[in-house]
């Protein structure tokens, strides 16, 4: 059963410029965006409980590169839990071993205890198994108060983090719901499975990944102001003055000038859908999905949901009447399956398309229909439709270079409105932070002469063609040229793993501090 309701193709070109066009945001609409982003980042900021959590980290001191040490990190954000041994060498450089684990859906799914418990077994495989040196003495690493291992989690759902080493589960993203674990603190759950298994670890350190990449690019670079992750989700983290963080008012965090990394999760930007560009298409996958009604900006920009939002399109397309549009009304199971479209499938189908410096065109009914399709585009789609066969199960006789044309433009589409409004969500940090004002409005920007460092992981920012490219474009338009040049996107090598070591020698020195 399709998803969505069928459409009427009664002028099917219509049709095809309606769905181009309510994919498509216009300037003014990403303006408006940006400012719901920094009205939701005050309410975050004023108080705790609002959708955009914009959490507190108590990581008050990031990374020039010159740290030196030896650090495990456990790094658990999606299917795979990652164990890492990391040695920062001082010279803005880092070794890193590691080894993944496989997480099941029993365990994504079952008591919080029962995955813990598989945490802390994998730490102790890679420690038995994996590691350079005999973490048994604990003169390798740097010692905690009762001289254990001290390892930092990266722990990439949304917690309400109250201190550098605590932080309460808010909700699980990312297909798992382990129960008994909301509410309760991560950093305690982990340690007492450790204990548990009478294992000389110590968790100091809890970051998010989006924290992490902000520390692993500040360590490479010298210097970062922002991380971010585009990849199976979406998140941000910034530095914030502590001034402008009211909810920490009166408390031991802001007896002090300074500044502290705020964990934003814009994931839950605009959860009531009143800016944001919805169509039928992100209507039908929030009502379907494990979540509705949370996670809306994830939900339009992320790699879970990319490819569920294609095929939605593409199905609405085989089943409208009276005379399908696609495929002349064939599907497949690829097709037919809830989440059976890969954002990386689309991925594949762009790259088959080839680089592209064009705005993206609406495919024209009559051009195929009058064989007025330009040799070389012929040659183009003649690679998507060698994907399409491949990728979603299609005999060779069923796909049309007009049906490799629509699914071309359609994967393009949802793509492009990603990156759009991820650079969305970059310009609202840029002005938050004074590096920016939005193009159009008085003001002078306060730090414009600085560096503007952005640390970046995820599958869509490194390899989905032209995302980069495409989200620098709404910069462009937010905050203007001479801004958008000064923005540096680099990848946060390793940014779970490697934050997550750095994060655990910043709570190191903080801990000596305060001592």
């Known amino acids: 059963m399709s998803a969505i309701s069928a459409i009427s193709n009664d002028n099917p070109q219509h049709i095809l410029d309606h769905i181009h066009h309510q994919f498509t945001p216009s300037v003014d609409c990403l303006a408006d965006l ?20 914009m959490i507190p980290t108590f990581v008050t001191g990031v990374p020039d590169g010159t740290e030196t040490g030896t650090f495990l990190a456990l790094d658990l954000g999606g299917t795979n839990l990652r164990v890492c041994e990391v040695v920062l ?33 994998s730490v102790d495989a890679f420690l038995t198994t994996e590691a350079s040196i005999d973490y048994s003495s604990p003169s390798h690493m740097p010692p905690t108060d009762h001289g254990e291992v001290v390892l930092g989690l990266t722990f990439s759902f949304p917690v309400e983090q109250t201190a550098l080493d605590s932080g309460k589960i808010l909700t699980w993203t990312k297909g798992f719901s382990a129960r008994n674990a909301i509410g309760k603190d991560v950093v305690k759950l982990l340690q007492d499975a450790f204990d548990r298994k009478h294992m000389h670890v110590r968790c100091v350190a809890l970051v998010n990944d989006t924290v992490g990449a902000l520390l692993s690019r500040a360590y490479t670079a010298g210097g970062c102001f922002l991380g971010a992750i585009f990849g199976t989700g979406t998140n941000g983290a910034y530095i914030e003055d502590l001034s402008k963080i009211q909810k920490l008012s009166g408390t031991q965090a802001v007896k002090q000038s300074g500044i502290m990394i705020v964990n934003t999760e814009w994931g839950a ?25 949370f996670q809306a900006f994830e939900k339009f920009i992320s790699g879970m949901y990319l490819g569920e939002i294609a095929r939605n399109i593409l199905i ?37 398309w080839g680089s592209d410096t ?28 060698k994907v399409i066969i491949d990728q979603l199960g299609f005999n060779r006789s069923d796909v049309s270079l007009k049906d490799a044309a629509i699914v071309r433009w359609a994967c393009a589409l949802v793509a492009r409105r990603a990156a759009l409004l991820s650079g969305v969500a970059i310009a609202a940090v840029l002005l938050q932070t004074g590096r920016a004002v939005l193009r159009g409005q008085q003001g002078v920007s306060s730090r414009n002469d600085e560096r503007m460092v952005v640390g970046v992981d995820g599958s869509l920012i490194q390899l989905y063609p032209n995302y980069e490219k495409i989200l620098r474009e709404s ?41």
């Open 34 to 53: 940006t400012n719901a982003f920094l009205a939701e980042f005050k309410q975050g900021l004023d108080n705790y409980n609002q959708p955009m959590a």
């Open 89 to 121: 060498h001082g010279d803005k450089t880092f070794s890193l071993r590691q080894q993944k684990y496989k997480v099941s859906e029993l365990l994504k799914t079952g008591e919080a205890a029962a995955l813990f418990d598989y945490l802390a077994d």
């Open 269 to 293: 930007f605009n959860n009531s859908r009143t800016y944001l560009p919805s169509t039928p298409f992100d209507k039908a996958l929030d009502r379907l999905s494990i979540n509705p009604s």
């Open 316 to 352: 609405s397309l085989i089943d409208a009447t009276p005379k399908p549009l696609l495929f002349n009304g064939k599907s497949t199971s690829v097709l037919n399956k809830h989440y059976g479209l890969d954002s990386s499938v689309m991925s594949i189908v762009e790259e088959a």
């Open 358 to 385: 064009e705005p993206l065109q609406v495919p024209r009914f009559s051009e195929f229909e009058s064989n007025k399709v330009d040799p070389l585009v012929i040659c183009r789609l003649e690679k998507v439709q």
């Open 475 to 515: 910069l462009r338009d937010l905050v203007g040229k001479e801004i958008e040049k000064k923005v540096e996107i680099g990848l946060a090598k390793d940014g779970s793993g490697v934050g997550a070591a750095l994060c655990a020698l910043q709570s190191m020195k903080q801990r000596s501090t305060a001592q």
